[in-house]
């Protein structure tokens, strides 16, 4: 206990902001609804006319961008975007922390095992993710309900959409802990952390131009992707089921090596 | 002299991963166009109907011809720029406050050399980073693009267009400098250029929604330049290039500034 509460002392900074951060993007986009309603509505009155084959070719699939799903569906992806480098930042961080400020001998040499050690940041790293979606979920439902003052909002797609930033964050989270348990010293985090994120969300960039279906599954923004959502009015189980298991996949590895690392306390 | 020898050598394994996740990148976006070309003719007749907001948020030219891989490359140019900046960004904020980071300012900086000649040779170094990985990605490119039409047809415009990755890559380097000079360690020089590469690259989404938000383009330097103008009419933004100069030229001299007055913390 005491371990997770120095951990989350050590933490809370970046945490408050990066979850300001969400929010902030999410309402400035949001306020760009409305002027950039008027040109999505020319833009679908186009689409309406052309087989869906051109549509997936181009990466429009069925996203109604003049309406507030789809347009939401189009600005989550910024927001899962900025969830998944904390979400890493935050894996790589807290289990590199160590050995980077030379406390790896006072904190392991404790009579306590590396597993629980492990599992103590583990929980705070759940309890940042999960607490920051938690706070972007109602702010960003206040805020959208009163910048739009729309009685229309699709809740549950709203919801999903908020799901998939968590999904895709535990990816990144068990990615970043994976990193930092293999590393022998990782100097500097958000180089790694940055670029790791951004390779696999150009990745899903350049997927949108062409649907591969089989490159779906390299990326986990493609995963839960917006148009997806829309698509099948909810988040699809099956790549739920694969981020989950990515995800223990990756932490229970990360457990292993750490438990067998050569950890250097100088 | 011995410097940028030094901090090439150490720079050699970072340099290699990026180089090697660009061009995984580049081939991933340039194989996955074997797929497109696939669809023909009609996708131009298609794109040709979209509006023109459309267009421009996906980086497509009024008269574009979708089928050519010139087109295909100058529309992923944004996502290769991403990666390009985020690394260019790190290399600038880092490669002085890594001495701070890795306590070896207290010897580096009694060595009988000026604070200035040090900076100066590790600039020197850095610049010798981007060009190394400029010279991969215009190498990757040409090669790429070889597979689907005679490179020798376009290394011109290539050639152009990487000059302009390299102008903003120096323009997120110069901002790394500053940053790096003014923050009083690496953790912060890191984060704070992260917040600006994230902040200015939403900027441009915001800017490609919102038509009446083009004056505010100054602020982002992922506009600057026009992959689509560059390779197929061989313009340039004059008043573009000149900022992008004035904001390196401002940005590398500042650091200095910083760097001569800072205390070096180890």
Redesign the interface.
């Known amino acids: 206990m005491n371990q997770i509460l120095q951990e989350i002392k050590m933490s809370y900074r970046s945490f408050i902001s990066y979850t300001l951060g969400l929010v902030v993007v999410y309402i400035v986009f949001l306020s760009f609804f409305g002027s950039f309603r008027k040109n999505a509505a020319m833009l679908e009155e186009v689409l309406r006319n052309f087989p869906p084959e051109f549509k997936a070719a181009f990466g429009f699939s069925d996203v109604d961008l003049s309406q507030l799903s789809g347009y939401l569906s189009f600005l989550f992806g910024y927001i899962v975007l900025i969830g998944a480098i904390y979400a890493m930042k935050l894996g790589t961080t807290l289990l590199s922390e160590e050995v980077r400020s030379k406390t790896a001998d006072f904190l392991l040499t404790k009579p306590v095992t590396r597993t629980t050690i492990v599992t103590g940041k583990l929980i705070t790293i759940l309890f940042f993710i999960g607490l920051q979606n938690l706070i972007f979920y109602t702010v960003s439902l206040f805020s959208t309900m009163v910048i739009l003052n729309e009685d229309t909002l699709p809740l549950w797609l709203f919801t999903c959409m908020c799901l998939s930033i968590l999904l895709v964050q535990l990816f990144f989270v068990g990615i970043g802990m994976l990193f930092a348990a293999i590393f022998k010293k990782i100097k500097s985090v958000m180089p790694i952390a940055l670029g790791v994120v951004f390779v696999f969300y150009i990745l899903e960039m350049i997927n949108a131009s062409i649907m591969d279906p089989k490159l779906a599954y390299v990326t986990p923004f493609s995963y839960f992707k917006g148009s997806r959502i829309l698509e099948n009015n909810g988040l699809s189980v099956n790549f739920i089921l694969i981020d989950l298991c990515l995800f223990v996949l990756f932490i229970c590895i990360s457990y292993f090596v750490y438990n067998k690392k050569d950890i250097d306390s100088v | 002299m011995n410097i940028i020898k030094r901090e090439i050598k150490t720079n050699l394994k ?1 340099l290699l991963i ?1 180089s090697g ?1 660009m061009i ?2 580049i081939y ?2 340039m194989v ?2 074997s ?2 070309a696939q ?1 023909g003719e ?2 131009n007749d ?2 040709d ?3 023109d ?2 267009k421009s948020i ?1 980086g497509i030219e009024a008269d574009m011809d979708l089928t050519s891989v010139t087109v295909f490359y100058s ?2 140019f944004t ?2 720029l ?2 390009a900046t ?2 260019s960004g ?1 290399l600038g904020a ?1 490669i002085v406050s ?1 001495e701070e ?2 306590k070896t300012s207290e010897f580096l900086f009694v060595k009988p050399i000026t604070r200035r000649k040090i900076v100066s040779y590790k600039i020197i170094a850095a610049l010798f980073n981007l060009l190394v990985f400029d010279m991969v990605t215009f190498i990757t490119s040409l090669l790429c693009i070889q597979l689907y039409q005679p490179a020798s047809s376009v290394i011109g415009s290539i050639f152009l267009v990487i000059a302009a990755l390299f102008a903003i890559q120096l323009v997120f380097l110069g901002l790394g400098l500053l940053l790096g000079g003014i923050s009083k360690n ?2 912060k020089a ?2 704070l250029i ?1 917040f600006i ?2 902040g200015t690259f ?1 900027l441009k ?2 800017i490609s ?2 038509e ?1 938000l083009k004056s505010f383009s100054f602020l982002t330097p992922f506009v600057y330049f026009d992959s689509g103008e560059i390779m197929f009419h061989n313009k340039i933004d004059l008043p573009y290039l000149f900022l992008a100069i004035g904001l390196i030229l401002f940005c590398i001299i500042s650091s200095y500034y910083f760097y001569q007055k800072r205390d070096l913390l180890d």
């Open positions: 970072p990026w996740a995984f990148l991933a976006g996955k166009y797929a497109f669809t009609a996708v298609f794109v109907s979209i509006p907001i459309m996906f529309i992923f996502y290769f991403l990666l985020v690394h790190m880092l890594k980071r890795d690496s953790k890191t984060s992260s590469i994230m939403l989404i915001i929604l919102d009446d």
